[in-house]
């Protein structure tokens, strides 16, 4: 069953959070904001327990007090993700240590910002709307469709397809293949043009494709793009 996808900013004095905020509105989520703890909790209140991520500030005061936010906001620990400048190392550690697991810390780029939140919903449920973790990237690739090859932008990635940008052609329901570089390997991945979408020009098309079988030399790349990224923004428990 798919969770609801609403998210929670709560923002600290600064308004840090308020161009995230922005930032996330129509993309397949309803966004609440507050700049308040009590405005928080109501909001989460009237979510009625639907919230799947509360993103809060780090300057809120009692951002190490884990029990006491996923509480106040009705989610398990591993729904809050701290945002902004990175706290003393003893607070990553308290966040750790109450089963925080994702973090944006210190102005993450775009990229991160969708992987985290794909990361939270995965945490909660494996079998969220992709089916995989997606990996954001900015990888070159090939794609070939019979003898044709156009070279593209592979803007993220997991083990059931890609989504790509750039490129001259490729039709829906197309069948080719994804040429890529990663971890040091070149690797082709049979795939199918799932969903096309026509820009003005060739940078601006962007096509999903869904893969039809990764060989374990190909899943060995994907699996190493995947842990790269992880470590960038996950939170490790405590030793």
Not at 187 to 201: M, Q
Request: glycine letters at 10%.
């Amino acid at each position: 069953m798919e969770i609801d996808r609403r998210i929670l900013l709560v923002d600290g004095p600064d308004g840090r959070l308020q161009k995230l905020a922005l930032d996330l509105i129509g993309r397949d989520f309803d966004v609440h904001y507050a700049n308040d703890l009590d405005e928080a909790r109501l909001l989460a209140r009237d979510a009625r327990g639907s919230l799947c991520a509360v993103l809060f500030s780090t300057a809120l005061p009692m951002m190490q007090k884990v029990p006491d936010l996923a509480a106040r906001f009705g989610v398990a620990a591993g729904a809050l993700v701290p945002v902004g400048p990175r706290p003393a190392d003893r607070v990553v550690a308290a966040l750790a240590f109450h089963g925080v697991r994702w973090h944006l810390f210190d102005d993450p780029p775009d990229e991160a910002i969708r992987f985290v939140i794909s990361g939270v919903l995965f945490d909660q449920d494996p079998f969220e709307i992709r089916y995989h973790l997606r990996v954001p990237t900015s990888i070159p690739g090939l794609l070939v469709i019979g003898e044709a090859k156009d070279d593209v932008t592979i803007r993220d990635v997991s083990l059931g397809g890609a989504c790509l940008v750039g490129g001259a052609f490729g039709s829906e329901r197309e069948v080719g293949a994804l040429r890529f570089a990663g971890d040091g390997q070149e690797v082709e991945i049979p795939c199918r043009i799932a969903w096309a979408v026509e820009g003005t020009t060739h940078a601006g098309n962007i096509r999903g494709v869904s893969f039809l079988e990764v060989d374990p030399e190909a899943g060995r790349v994907l699996d190493a793009l995947r842990d790269a990224v992880i470590a960038r923004n996950r939170i490790s428990k405590p030793g």
